[in-house]
C-alpha cells in the first residue's frame, strides 16, 4: 500500500507572511500556540498602543523589528516543519485565499458597517482625548465610504435620524474633511449659547463650572450638561477669560447644530453654522 509523502511548507513564503500577516503565518504552519502569539500582538499594536508611541520614530523602529523576529520565527518554524497530510490551508494556495477572504470581509465592514477613527485634536475634551480612538457605527446613517472614497448613498428620508447628545463623525462644510462634534441641535430646534451656557429650547443644559478633576493646565473648568437620555462633562477655560462666541438660532429643517465638548477650542456650528443631514458618516459607539 503506498504511503502519502511527506511535504514540507515553504520557507521563504512562511519568511514573508511572517514579516506581513504573522497570524496567517503560523496558521500556514499549523503552529497554534504563535498564532495566538500574533493576535496578542495584533491587539496590542491596535488598541493598546499610545498614539504619540505608534507615530514615533522609535515606535516604528520597534515595528520593522518584531516583523522581522515574526520573520526568522516563522523561516525556523518551516524548516523543521513536515506535513504528513497536510490541511488546505498548509498550503499555499489555501493560505492566500483566505488572506483574501479576510481582506474582503474587513473591507465589507469598513465600508458599510463600523469604522475606527484615530482622534487627532482635543476638539472633544474630555470625552475623547488626542490619540484615543474610536469605533463609529456606519450601518443605517446612509453614506457608505472606504478611504475617503464614497461607494454608496442611501436617501436622507431612509436614514437613521441623529440624537441629541450622541457624537458623530460629519462631513465639514465644504467636504474636504471630517469632524468629530456631539449633537445639540435638532431641526427646528432653538439653540443658544451665551457666557459658556448652553439652552436649547429656552432650556438650560449646562450646569455650574468647576475644577476639572485632573487638570493639566489650572485655568481648565468643566461641567456637565444632560440633553435627554446622553450626559457628559464639557471643558473650557476659567470664566474669567474671554468669552466664546455667542450664538442664537433656530436649527434649519434636515440640519443640526453641533459642538466640540471643549467648548473654548473647538471649530463647531458656532463658527461654520449648521450641517445639513447628508454630511452625516457614523455614530461612536465605543471608544478607548
Known sequence: MHSPSIQTPNKWFAAILGALFPIFSFIYLSKWKFVFVAIIYSVIQAFFWPFQFSQSGFGLIF?????????????????????????????????????????????????????????????????????????????????????????????????????????????????????????????????????????????????????????TDGSIFSAVEKIDENEYTVQFLQPSKPQDKSVSLIVPENEYFVMGDNRDNSIDSRRFGTLPSENFLSKLIYSW
Open 63 to 215: 515595528s520593522l523589528v518584531i516583523s522581522l523576529i515574526f520573520s526568522v520565527v516563522a523561516y525556523k518554524l518551516a524548516e523543521k516543519t513536515k506535513f504528513d497530510t497536510p490541511k488546505w490551508y498548509n498550503k499555499w494556495q489555501g493560505i492566500l485565499v483566505l488572506i483574501l477572504s479576510t481582506l474582503v470581509l474587513i473591507l465589507f465592514i469598513r465600508t458599510f458597517v463600523y469604522n475606527f477613527y484615530r482622534i487627532q485634536s482635543s476638539t472633544m475634551n474630555p470625552a475623547l482625548i488626542r490619540g484615543d480612538q474610536g469605533l463609529f457605527q456606519k450601518l443605517g446613517y446612509g453614506e457608505y465610504d472606504l478611504f475617503g472614497y464614497s461607494i454608496l448613498k442611501t436617501p436622507v428620508s431612509s436614514r437613521k435620524r441623529p440624537k441629541r447628545g450622541e457624537i458623530f463623525s460629519i462631513k465639514s462644510v465644504n467636504n474636504k474633511y471630517t469632524i468629530i462634534a456631539r449633537v445639540i441641535g435638532l431641526p427646528n430646534d432653538k439653540v443658544e449659547y451665551h457666557q459658556k451656557k448652553l439652552y436649547i429650547n429656552d432650556q438650560l443644559v449646562t450646569g455650574d463650572t468647576m475644577p476639572y478633576q485632573s487638570p
